[in-house]
Protein backbone atom coordinates (compact mmCIF):
# COMPACT_ATOMS: atom_id res chain seq x y z
CA UNK A 1 0.00 0.00 0.00
CA UNK A 2 2.49 2.53 1.09
CA UNK A 3 4.73 1.29 -2.05
CA UNK A 4 1.84 2.06 -3.83
CA UNK A 5 0.94 5.26 -2.74
CA UNK A 6 4.78 6.65 -3.52
CA UNK A 7 4.77 5.21 -7.25
CA UNK A 8 1.71 7.15 -7.07
CA UNK A 9 3.17 10.70 -5.83
CA UNK A 10 6.24 10.08 -7.80
CA UNK A 11 4.02 9.72 -11.12
CA UNK A 12 1.78 12.96 -10.14
CA UNK A 13 2.83 16.02 -11.98
CA UNK A 14 3.82 19.29 -10.41
CA UNK A 15 1.43 21.28 -9.70
CA UNK A 16 1.05 25.03 -11.28
CA UNK A 17 -0.74 28.29 -10.07
CA UNK A 18 -0.82 31.37 -11.64
CA UNK A 19 -3.36 34.20 -11.56
CA UNK A 20 -4.19 37.53 -13.52
CA UNK A 21 -6.57 40.31 -12.35
CA UNK A 22 -9.41 41.23 -14.30
CA UNK A 23 -8.81 44.65 -14.30
CA UNK A 24 -8.45 45.86 -18.08
CA UNK A 25 -6.41 45.69 -20.86
CA UNK A 26 -3.82 43.06 -20.83
CA UNK A 27 -0.57 44.34 -21.99
CA UNK A 28 2.57 42.70 -23.77
CA UNK A 29 4.03 42.96 -20.08
CA UNK A 30 1.27 40.15 -18.96
CA UNK A 31 2.02 38.27 -21.87
CA UNK A 32 5.56 38.17 -21.96
CA UNK A 33 6.12 37.62 -18.18
CA UNK A 34 2.94 35.54 -17.54
CA UNK A 35 0.39 34.20 -20.01
CA UNK A 36 3.01 33.05 -22.85
CA UNK A 37 4.83 30.97 -20.32
CA UNK A 38 1.53 29.64 -18.88
CA UNK A 39 1.37 27.80 -22.47
CA UNK A 40 4.64 27.15 -22.38
CA UNK A 41 4.82 24.84 -19.13
CA UNK A 42 0.70 23.87 -19.60
CA UNK A 43 2.14 20.14 -21.07
CA UNK A 44 4.71 19.78 -17.93
CA UNK A 45 3.05 20.86 -15.43
CA UNK A 46 -0.88 19.86 -13.50
CA UNK A 47 -2.06 23.63 -13.64
CA UNK A 48 -4.43 26.10 -12.21
CA UNK A 49 -5.01 29.72 -13.98
CA UNK A 50 -7.40 31.67 -12.40
CA UNK A 51 -9.06 34.95 -13.29
CA UNK A 52 -8.26 36.34 -9.68
CA UNK A 53 -11.49 38.63 -9.77
CA UNK A 54 -11.62 38.81 -5.67
CA UNK A 55 -8.41 40.99 -6.11
CA UNK A 56 -9.47 43.37 -8.30
CA UNK A 57 -12.23 44.57 -5.71
CA UNK A 58 -9.22 46.06 -3.96
CA UNK A 59 -9.62 48.73 -6.10
CA UNK A 60 -13.08 49.93 -6.62
CA UNK A 61 -14.98 48.74 -10.35
CA UNK A 62 -17.77 49.37 -11.96
CA UNK A 63 -19.66 46.09 -11.76
CA UNK A 64 -20.42 45.74 -15.42
CA UNK A 65 -17.35 46.25 -16.49
CA UNK A 66 -15.79 44.21 -13.77
CA UNK A 67 -18.15 41.04 -15.08
CA UNK A 68 -17.05 41.78 -18.59
CA UNK A 69 -13.13 42.19 -17.92
CA UNK A 70 -13.54 38.40 -16.17
CA UNK A 71 -14.98 36.79 -19.66
CA UNK A 72 -12.45 38.68 -21.54
CA UNK A 73 -9.46 37.66 -19.36
CA UNK A 74 -11.57 33.59 -19.58
CA UNK A 75 -11.05 34.18 -23.16
CA UNK A 76 -7.51 35.19 -23.48
CA UNK A 77 -6.84 32.42 -21.62
CA UNK A 78 -8.19 30.32 -23.93
CA UNK A 79 -6.64 32.46 -26.84
CA UNK A 80 -3.55 31.89 -25.99
CA UNK A 81 -4.41 28.03 -26.55
CA UNK A 82 -4.81 26.89 -22.85
CA UNK A 83 -6.21 23.94 -23.06
CA UNK A 84 -9.55 23.97 -20.13
CA UNK A 85 -10.26 20.43 -20.13
CA UNK A 86 -6.39 19.51 -19.25
CA UNK A 87 -6.08 22.96 -16.66
CA UNK A 88 -7.97 24.59 -14.46
CA UNK A 89 -9.44 27.64 -15.77
CA UNK A 90 -11.67 29.20 -13.35
CA UNK A 91 -12.58 32.42 -11.74
CA UNK A 92 -11.37 32.47 -7.92
CA UNK A 93 -14.81 33.73 -6.52
CA UNK A 94 -16.62 30.92 -7.41
CA UNK A 95 -14.39 28.85 -5.25
CA UNK A 96 -15.29 29.95 -1.67
CA UNK A 97 -12.05 28.21 -0.67
CA UNK A 98 -9.78 31.05 -1.56
CA UNK A 99 -11.77 33.69 0.96
CA UNK A 100 -11.63 30.85 3.49
CA UNK A 101 -8.21 30.39 3.70
CA UNK A 102 -7.23 33.76 3.09
CA UNK A 103 -9.03 34.63 6.48
CA UNK A 104 -6.99 31.98 8.25
CA UNK A 105 -3.80 33.13 6.70
CA UNK A 106 -4.79 36.79 7.52
CA UNK A 107 -4.42 35.63 10.89
CA UNK A 108 -1.00 34.59 10.43
CA UNK A 109 0.73 37.21 8.71
CA UNK A 110 2.11 39.91 10.42
CA UNK A 111 1.29 43.70 9.55
CA UNK A 112 5.00 44.63 9.39
CA UNK A 113 5.38 41.61 6.46
CA UNK A 114 2.30 43.60 4.73
CA UNK A 115 3.38 47.39 5.48
CA UNK A 116 6.68 46.38 3.42
CA UNK A 117 4.92 45.16 0.47
CA UNK A 118 5.83 47.63 -2.63
CA UNK A 119 2.47 47.09 -4.74
CA UNK A 120 0.64 48.15 -1.59
CA UNK A 121 2.76 51.22 -1.14
CA UNK A 122 2.14 51.99 -4.63
CA UNK A 123 -1.37 51.14 -4.88
CA UNK A 124 -2.39 53.54 -1.72
CA UNK A 125 -0.19 56.55 -3.14
CA UNK A 126 -2.33 55.70 -6.67
CA UNK A 127 -5.62 55.40 -4.56
CA UNK A 128 -5.18 57.69 -1.56
CA UNK A 129 -8.90 58.17 -1.34
CA UNK A 130 -9.43 54.24 -0.85
CA UNK A 131 -6.88 52.79 1.00
CA UNK A 132 -9.05 49.80 2.29
CA UNK A 133 -8.45 46.58 4.51
CA UNK A 134 -8.19 44.18 0.85
CA UNK A 135 -5.58 45.89 -0.40
CA UNK A 136 -3.43 45.81 2.23
CA UNK A 137 -4.19 42.12 3.27
CA UNK A 138 -3.92 41.34 -0.60
CA UNK A 139 -0.98 39.45 -0.32
CA UNK A 140 -2.37 36.96 2.20
CA UNK A 141 -5.07 36.10 -0.15
CA UNK A 142 -2.73 35.60 -2.99
CA UNK A 143 -0.82 32.80 -0.37
CA UNK A 144 -4.21 31.53 -0.19
CA UNK A 145 -4.29 31.22 -4.12
CA UNK A 146 -1.21 29.59 -3.81
CA UNK A 147 -1.41 27.40 -1.13
CA UNK A 148 -4.62 26.26 -1.12
CA UNK A 149 -4.03 23.79 -4.32
CA UNK A 150 -0.75 22.74 -2.97
CA UNK A 151 1.08 24.55 -5.66
CA UNK A 152 4.86 23.94 -6.57
CA UNK A 153 5.20 26.01 -9.35
CA UNK A 154 4.13 29.75 -9.52
CA UNK A 155 4.89 31.70 -12.80
CA UNK A 156 4.54 34.97 -13.16
CA UNK A 157 6.40 38.64 -13.35
CA UNK A 158 9.34 39.95 -11.20
CA UNK A 159 6.77 42.43 -9.48
CA UNK A 160 5.14 39.51 -7.97
CA UNK A 161 8.33 38.36 -6.37
CA UNK A 162 8.06 39.80 -2.75
CA UNK A 163 4.14 38.99 -2.79
CA UNK A 164 5.28 35.13 -3.64
CA UNK A 165 8.06 35.17 -1.05
CA UNK A 166 5.28 35.85 1.64
CA UNK A 167 3.45 32.92 0.19
CA UNK A 168 6.41 30.97 1.09
CA UNK A 169 6.96 32.23 4.19
CA UNK A 170 3.60 31.98 5.26
CA UNK A 171 3.62 28.03 4.18
CA UNK A 172 6.99 27.51 6.58
CA UNK A 173 5.30 29.39 9.10
CA UNK A 174 2.23 27.08 9.22
CA UNK A 175 4.29 23.89 8.48
CA UNK A 176 6.03 24.97 11.82
CA UNK A 177 2.99 25.51 14.01
CA UNK A 178 1.19 22.54 12.92
CA UNK A 179 3.46 20.36 11.18
CA UNK A 180 3.63 19.46 6.94
CA UNK A 181 0.53 21.18 5.96
CA UNK A 182 1.32 23.44 2.91
CA UNK A 183 3.77 22.82 0.15
CA UNK A 184 6.15 25.69 0.23
CA UNK A 185 5.99 26.93 -3.64
CA UNK A 186 8.27 28.07 -6.06
CA UNK A 187 8.50 31.16 -8.21
CA UNK A 188 8.75 30.43 -12.20
CA UNK A 189 10.31 34.10 -13.32
CA UNK A 190 11.48 33.94 -16.51
CA UNK A 191 14.83 34.72 -17.44
CA UNK A 192 14.06 37.53 -19.85
CA UNK A 193 11.08 39.65 -19.74
CA UNK A 194 10.13 39.28 -16.16
CA UNK A 195 9.74 43.11 -16.20
CA UNK A 196 8.84 44.64 -19.56
CA UNK A 197 8.85 48.56 -19.45
CA UNK A 198 7.20 51.52 -20.54
CA UNK A 199 7.61 52.51 -23.87
CA UNK A 200 7.87 55.92 -23.21
CA UNK A 201 9.67 55.73 -19.63
CA UNK A 202 12.24 53.25 -19.31
CA UNK A 203 12.61 53.52 -16.01
CA UNK A 204 9.01 52.33 -15.05
CA UNK A 205 7.67 48.77 -15.60
CA UNK A 206 4.96 48.42 -18.48
CA UNK A 207 1.55 48.16 -17.01
CA UNK A 208 -1.83 48.87 -18.40
CA UNK A 209 -2.73 51.59 -15.90
CA UNK A 210 -0.55 53.89 -17.23
CA UNK A 211 -0.98 56.76 -20.81
CA UNK A 212 -1.65 54.21 -23.87
CA UNK A 213 1.04 55.07 -25.45
CA UNK A 214 3.14 53.64 -22.75
CA UNK A 215 2.33 50.21 -23.53
CA UNK A 216 1.11 47.54 -26.02
CA UNK A 217 -2.34 46.01 -25.50
CA UNK A 218 -2.44 42.05 -26.09
CA UNK A 219 -5.67 43.09 -28.27
CA UNK A 220 -3.53 46.12 -29.81
CA UNK A 221 -4.33 46.40 -33.73
CA UNK A 222 -0.94 45.48 -35.80
CA UNK A 223 -1.07 49.05 -36.94
CA UNK A 224 -1.45 50.45 -33.63
CA UNK A 225 1.42 48.29 -32.43
CA UNK A 226 3.77 49.35 -34.53
CA UNK A 227 3.37 53.07 -34.68
CA UNK A 228 3.21 52.65 -30.76
CA UNK A 229 7.09 51.22 -31.38
CA UNK A 230 7.93 53.22 -33.47
CA UNK A 231 7.95 56.05 -31.34
CA UNK A 232 8.77 54.26 -27.98
CA UNK A 233 11.60 56.23 -26.42
CA UNK A 234 15.57 55.45 -27.02
CA UNK A 235 18.58 56.98 -26.41
CA UNK A 236 20.22 59.21 -29.40
CA UNK A 237 23.02 56.78 -30.37
CA UNK A 238 22.84 54.41 -33.26
CA UNK A 239 23.94 51.20 -31.27
CA UNK A 240 22.01 48.07 -30.44
CA UNK A 241 23.45 47.02 -27.18
CA UNK A 242 21.74 45.32 -24.29
CA UNK A 243 22.89 47.79 -21.73
CA UNK A 244 20.04 48.55 -19.40
CA UNK A 245 22.12 51.56 -17.41
CA UNK A 246 22.93 53.37 -20.21
CA UNK A 247 20.43 52.34 -23.02
CA UNK A 248 17.11 51.09 -21.10
CA UNK A 249 14.78 51.90 -23.88
CA UNK A 250 16.41 49.89 -26.92
CA UNK A 251 17.27 47.22 -23.95
CA UNK A 252 13.63 47.13 -23.76
CA UNK A 253 12.96 46.88 -27.06
CA UNK A 254 15.77 43.54 -27.26
CA UNK A 255 13.93 41.67 -24.33
CA UNK A 256 10.70 41.79 -25.68
CA UNK A 257 12.15 40.65 -29.65
CA UNK A 258 14.53 37.90 -27.33
CA UNK A 259 11.52 36.49 -25.14
CA UNK A 260 9.11 36.53 -28.28
CA UNK A 261 11.90 35.01 -30.85
CA UNK A 262 14.34 33.08 -28.39
CA UNK A 263 17.32 34.50 -30.04
CA UNK A 264 20.04 36.22 -27.64
CA UNK A 265 21.01 39.58 -27.01
CA UNK A 266 24.34 39.32 -28.64
CA UNK A 267 22.48 37.73 -31.99
CA UNK A 268 20.19 40.27 -31.92
CA UNK A 269 22.17 42.49 -31.48
CA UNK A 270 24.88 41.63 -34.40
CA UNK A 271 22.03 41.33 -36.70
CA UNK A 272 20.73 44.84 -36.42
CA UNK A 273 23.69 47.20 -35.32
CA UNK A 274 24.11 49.68 -37.19
CA UNK A 275 21.21 49.44 -39.37
CA UNK A 276 19.67 52.68 -37.47
CA UNK A 277 16.60 52.11 -34.71
CA UNK A 278 14.29 52.58 -36.96
CA UNK A 279 14.87 49.08 -38.99
CA UNK A 280 15.48 47.63 -35.20
CA UNK A 281 12.31 48.71 -34.32
CA UNK A 282 10.15 47.89 -36.94
CA UNK A 283 11.40 44.26 -36.94
CA UNK A 284 10.21 44.41 -33.26
CA UNK A 285 6.87 45.28 -34.29
CA UNK A 286 6.98 42.14 -36.95
CA UNK A 287 7.82 39.83 -34.06
CA UNK A 288 4.99 41.08 -32.02
CA UNK A 289 2.41 41.42 -34.23
CA UNK A 290 3.06 37.81 -35.72
CA UNK A 291 2.98 36.32 -32.57
CA UNK A 292 -0.29 38.21 -31.59
CA UNK A 293 -2.23 37.99 -34.36
CA UNK A 294 -3.52 34.77 -33.98
CA UNK A 295 -4.21 35.10 -30.72
CA UNK A 296 -6.27 38.27 -31.50
CA UNK A 297 -7.95 36.00 -34.15
CA UNK A 298 -8.88 33.14 -31.50
CA UNK A 299 -9.98 35.85 -28.93
CA UNK A 300 -12.36 37.48 -31.24
CA UNK A 301 -14.15 33.89 -31.85
CA UNK A 302 -14.41 32.88 -28.39
CA UNK A 303 -15.41 36.19 -26.80
CA UNK A 304 -18.69 35.99 -28.41
CA UNK A 305 -18.96 32.55 -27.66
CA UNK A 306 -21.26 32.84 -24.52
CA UNK A 307 -22.11 29.18 -24.00
CA UNK A 308 -19.12 27.51 -24.51
CA UNK A 309 -17.54 30.62 -22.05
CA UNK A 310 -20.39 29.42 -19.82
CA UNK A 311 -19.37 25.54 -19.45
CA UNK A 312 -15.44 26.13 -19.46
CA UNK A 313 -16.37 29.01 -16.44
CA UNK A 314 -19.42 26.29 -14.61
CA UNK A 315 -17.24 22.82 -15.36
CA UNK A 316 -13.89 24.41 -14.13
CA UNK A 317 -15.58 25.85 -11.15
CA UNK A 318 -17.04 22.45 -9.75
CA UNK A 319 -13.53 20.81 -10.31
CA UNK A 320 -11.43 23.79 -8.71
CA UNK A 321 -14.24 23.75 -5.36
CA UNK A 322 -13.43 19.75 -5.41
CA UNK A 323 -9.84 19.72 -5.20
CA UNK A 324 -9.50 22.82 -2.71
CA UNK A 325 -11.87 20.77 -0.52
CA UNK A 326 -8.41 18.67 0.31
CA UNK A 327 -6.54 21.25 1.99
CA UNK A 328 -9.60 23.24 3.66
CA UNK A 329 -9.95 19.94 5.46
CA UNK A 330 -6.83 19.47 6.77
CA UNK A 331 -6.30 23.04 7.70
CA UNK A 332 -9.32 23.38 9.35
CA UNK A 333 -8.53 20.43 11.78
CA UNK A 334 -5.03 21.26 12.21
CA UNK A 335 -6.02 25.14 12.84
CA UNK A 336 -8.86 23.50 16.00
CA UNK A 337 -12.36 23.94 13.94
CA UNK A 338 -14.43 21.31 14.41
CA UNK A 339 -15.84 19.70 11.72
CA UNK A 340 -19.61 19.02 10.89
CA UNK A 341 -20.68 15.93 11.53
CA UNK A 342 -23.25 15.92 9.23
P1 LIG B 1 -1.60 41.78 -13.14
O1 LIG B 1 -2.05 42.40 -14.39
O2 LIG B 1 -1.03 42.76 -12.18
O3 LIG B 1 -2.60 40.85 -12.55
O4 LIG B 1 -0.35 40.89 -13.56
C1 LIG B 1 -0.51 39.65 -14.20
C2 LIG B 1 0.83 39.01 -14.46
O5 LIG B 1 1.60 39.76 -15.40
C3 LIG B 1 1.72 38.91 -13.20
O6 LIG B 1 2.38 37.66 -13.23
C4 LIG B 1 2.71 40.03 -13.37
O7 LIG B 1 3.92 39.76 -12.73
C5 LIG B 1 2.90 40.05 -14.88
N1 LIG B 1 3.30 41.39 -15.36
C6 LIG B 1 2.61 42.54 -15.21
N2 LIG B 1 3.27 43.58 -15.77
C7 LIG B 1 4.43 43.06 -16.28
C8 LIG B 1 5.54 43.63 -16.99
N3 LIG B 1 5.61 44.92 -17.27
N4 LIG B 1 6.56 42.80 -17.34
C9 LIG B 1 6.50 41.48 -17.06
N5 LIG B 1 5.47 40.88 -16.41
C10 LIG B 1 4.45 41.65 -16.01
N1 LIG C 1 -1.11 39.50 -7.51
C1 LIG C 1 -1.00 39.04 -8.87
C2 LIG C 1 -0.79 40.24 -9.78
O1 LIG C 1 -1.17 41.33 -9.46
C3 LIG C 1 -2.20 38.25 -9.30
C4 LIG C 1 -2.37 37.03 -8.47
C5 LIG C 1 -3.32 36.83 -7.51
C6 LIG C 1 -1.59 35.86 -8.54
N2 LIG C 1 -3.19 35.61 -6.97
C7 LIG C 1 -2.14 34.97 -7.57
C8 LIG C 1 -0.48 35.47 -9.29
C9 LIG C 1 -1.59 33.71 -7.32
C10 LIG C 1 0.06 34.21 -9.05
C11 LIG C 1 -0.48 33.35 -8.09
O2 LIG C 1 -0.28 40.07 -10.83
Known amino acids: ?36 NFKILEDEYDCLFSVVDMHALTVRQNPTELRQNCLKLLSLYLAVGLDPEKSLIYFQSHVSGHAELGWILDCFTYMGELQRMTQFKDKSAKHADNINAGLFTYPSLMAADILLYQTDVVPVGEDQKQHLELARNLAQRFNNAYGDTFVVPEGYIPKVGARIRSLQDPERKMSKSDPEDTYIAILDEPNVIRKKLRRAQTDSGNS ?5 EN ?68 TNAERARALSQKTLLKVRRKVGLAALKL
Open 247 to 314: KPGISNLMSILSAITGESMDAIGAQYDGKGYGVFKDAVADAVIAELEPIQKRYKEIVSDKAYLNQVMT
Open 1 to 36: MEQNQQEIKAERKKRLFSGIQPTGTLTLGNYIGALR
Open 240 to 244: IVYDT
